[in-house]
């Protein structure tokens, strides 16, 4: 007997006039966007009953149509829990006299923040493990125990930011959300009586940092529009907040943290293509920041500094891929700066630090990285390199500037995650770290491979490519095809416990590396943003079309994969080729373009026109957003199945993107699949808090790709 689908849910259409520019549009599910979005994000219980109820049987719908899938989204969350070492703990990092870490009690959803003595020995000595050394812990912070104590009070959303100890090791600060909304609470712990100091920080956006001397907390505020908008200083032990700066920009992130000599407290500002630093004298933590050099449209720098002079990484002077400058002077305004690592197309410097002795740079060619070694005292150079065709190279973060040791992280596809310290004046090198996997992994049973798609324009696409080694290039296997594409983040490929699930099960898992991320150099992104945006699908696309014709797939066993703006990805290639695709999943996907940055109130919005365009002022940018926006776009094809997921209390993409995409797509849609939706009513941008929960959020995903094919709604 044929099984009987549920009736998918059919939201009201109510048509609502938007003029804008001369232009006007019509949008039947406006009123999915509660009016009172600010308050819901700090208390999602305040949500209009209308929108509740309708998002409460999209969930429905979805779990009634996945409901056959049960059995394998448990199975596919057990086998990703089984690769996880459910006690595990990370390198501890020295400070003083003492190092910290964080580890994970079996079970626990959330790490636990500790400490220990310092343990000095000669270099390459092994370490004693944190359980060797348990009964001389000092618990910092016991994040699942905070977690539980908060769903008590009936918060099931848990996470923190930014946990740091005080540089005298006195006091251990971190921020709280309980309801994924960034809205953090910064909480300070004295470690000498373990007392929790009453007056938290309230509205904080997640940054701070202590001052070098102990005494003061500056912290980021964030406004009722949910962006970061003002530095405040306070005594580390509370008391009166003191405003240190006033960002007049509502386009401008910011940040503060200190330099890594500790002579400095930086406050960073900027968008998507142009920065501000200013410094505040540690000497001096209540003086007035200065400002190294006014910001200049499309000029980005980042300063460090290294004792008798400041390091700067900019594109100052068309150095597109960046480059790093120097300045000898007190303070480093721009006339002072001089080329110290002169720009070299192609290779993307992206990111420069400084030790006592030697800078460290990260540069990227060809989607692949390096990390090049300068000595201070007589400028050579060295790197450390990898031979693999695909991985992931970077620095780990250190609290010491007065050390020799560099910490550093190596995964690829195949290999599991170690870490690494590196002597930079020996170039001895000591593996302090090998992701286990405790379910077994032989690296040797799969192969990792970089492939070129050759994109209309002729620009070769990098895609990397993970599968089981002995899977026959006939076409015949399932893919999932990642991408994301924009904002300049590079989707290094490094190994995943989560992946596996599909690769095991004869799937390729695929990595599109498209342009509008940096993977190969800045001129990538630059070549993926604004008019030249649609270049991020038409790649992803060739990307899929090359897997094709090299025998890895075939049309219509595809499934697309992406998450936020590499959502809008999803939606843009869905409305451009749906026959393509076996299903797509996006995952707080942000479809709604042209509505979203349209609208001067939401957090993101103005920080966001220098990646897309101001549709409000600008007639050009109006229409190429609308010619791609994927809600706008949505027409009467034969469209795959497809997955959003979203949640509640999301700043980022709000709720109401998905939830019009998904209803616009089962208006429009001429093919018989289903258009689900799955929100999560108790969490943010990231999804599920927890490392347990937040995998079974990926199950689902992956179970409803497997469900797409074998139904093979095409």
């Known amino acids: ?123 390459g000595t092994p370490l004693p493990s944190v359980e060797e050394t348990r009964p001389q812990e000092d618990v910092l912070l016991d994040e699942d125990a905070r977690a539980k104590a908060m769903k008590a009070q009936g918060f099931d959303f848990y996470e923190t930011a930014d946990a740091q100890h005080s540089p005298d090791h006195a006091l251990f600060a971190w921020g709280e959300d309980t309801q994924g909304s960034e809205y953090f609470r910064v909480y300070v712990k004295d470690l000498k009586t373990g007392e929790i100091l009453p007056d938290p920080i309230e509205s904080c956006n997640g940054g701070f940092t202590f001052s070098p001397c102990s005494q003061w907390i500056f ?303 800045y001129g990538w992104f630059l070549d993926g943003r604004k008019d030249k945006k649609t270049n991020t699908f038409i790649d992803f696309i060739a990307c899929a079309e090359a897997l094709v014709k090299d025998g890895y797939g075939s049309a219509g066993r595809i499934v697309a994969y992406g998450g936020s703006a590499g959502g809008m990805l999803m939606g843009a290639v869905a409305n451009m080729r749906p026959e393509l695709w076996a299903g797509v999943i996006g995952a707080v996907p942000f479809v709604d373009v042209l509505n979203t940055m349209s609208d001067t109130t939401l957090p993101l919005t103005p920080p966001e026109w220098p990646e897309w365009g101001n549709p409000l002022e600008d007639k050009t940018a109006y229409e190429t957003i609308r010619a791609y926006s994927p809600y706008d776009n949505i027409d009467a094809r034969a469209y795959p199945p497809v997955l959003a997921t979203g949640g509640l209390s999301d700043p980022r993409v709000t709720y109401w993107e998905p939830m019009k995409w998904i209803a616009r797509l089962r208006e429009k849609s001429t093919s018989d699949a289903p258009m689900l939706l799955k929100i999560n009513m108790d969490a943010g941008h990231g999804g599920a808090s927890g490392r347990f929960d937040f995998l079974k959020e990926i199950a689902f995903d992956y179970a409803f790709a497997i469900w797409a094919v074998e139904k093979g709604w095409q």
Request: charged content about 25%; aromatic content about 10%.
């Open 219 to 521: 912290w980021v505020w964030r406004d009722e529009n949910s962006r970061p908008a003002r530095i405040f200083r306070r005594p580390a032990r509370g008391g009166e907040d003191v405003l240190v700066y006033d960002e007049p920009d509502d386009g401008f992130f910011i940040h503060v943290g200190t330099l890594s000599s500790d002579a400095f407290i930086s406050i960073g500002t900027g968008n998507h293509e142009t920065s501000e630093t200013w410094l505040i004298p540690a000497a001096d933590p209540t003086a007035a920041p200065a400002c190294v050099a006014e910001r200049v449209d499309g000029v980005q720098y980042d300063v460090d500094h290294w004792d008798d002079r400041f390091i700067i990484r900019t594109n100052a002077d068309g150095a597109i891929d960046f480059k790093v400058m120097e300045s000898m002077a007190a303070h480093p305004s721009r006339e002072t700066w001089t080329d110290r690592v002169p720009y070299r197309p192609g290779v993307y410097v992206t990111g420069a630090g400084v030790f006592k002795r030697h800078m460290v740079r990260v540069e990227r060619h060809n989607a692949n990285t390096r990390i090049v070694i300068t000595r201070k005292a007589d400028g050579a150079e060295h790197t450390i390199a990898v031979a693999e065709e695909a991985y992931s190279l970077g620095m780990s973060g250190g609290y010491e500037y007065d050390t020799e040791v560099l910490r550093y992280g190596y995964t690829s596809p195949t290999t599991p995650a170690q870490t690494f310290d590196y002597n930079m004046e020996t170039r001895e090198q000591v593996l302090r770290k090998t992701q286990v996997i405790p379910s077994g992994h032989n690296p040797k049973d799969y192969v990792a491979r970089r492939l070129y798609a050759k994109a209309p324009d002729g620009e070769d696409v990098p895609v990397t490519v993970l599968m089981k080694a002995s899977i026959k290039l006939d076409g015949s296997a399932p893919i999932l095809l990642y991408g994301y594409g924009s904002y300049g983040m590079s989707m290094d490929p490094g190994f995943s416990i989560r992946s596996l699930s599909l690769v095991n099960r004869g799937w390729i898992y695929a990595i599109a590396h498209i342009r509008g991320g940096t993977e190969k150099g």
């Open 1 to 123: 007997m044929t099984k009987v689908l549920p009736i998918a849910p059919r939201p009201a259409r109510i048509p609502h006039e938007i003029e804008q520019l001369g232009f006007k549009r019509i949008d039947e599910y406006h009123w999915m966007k509660d009016d009172n979005w600010q308050a819901v994000l700090r208390d999602p219980g305040q949500i209009k009953a209308d929108v509740k109820t309708a998002l409460e049987a999209e969930n429905a719908y979805s779990a009634e149509m996945l409901s056959e899938t049960k059995a394998l989204q448990d199975q596919i969350f057990q086998e990703m829990k089984g690769r996880i070492k459910e006690d595990d703990a990370g390198v501890p990092s020295p400070d003083g006299p003492f190092e910290y870490y964080s580890r994970y009690d079996i079970g626990g959803q959330h790490p636990v923040i500790a400490r220990r003595p310092r343990f000095d020995a000669a270099f």
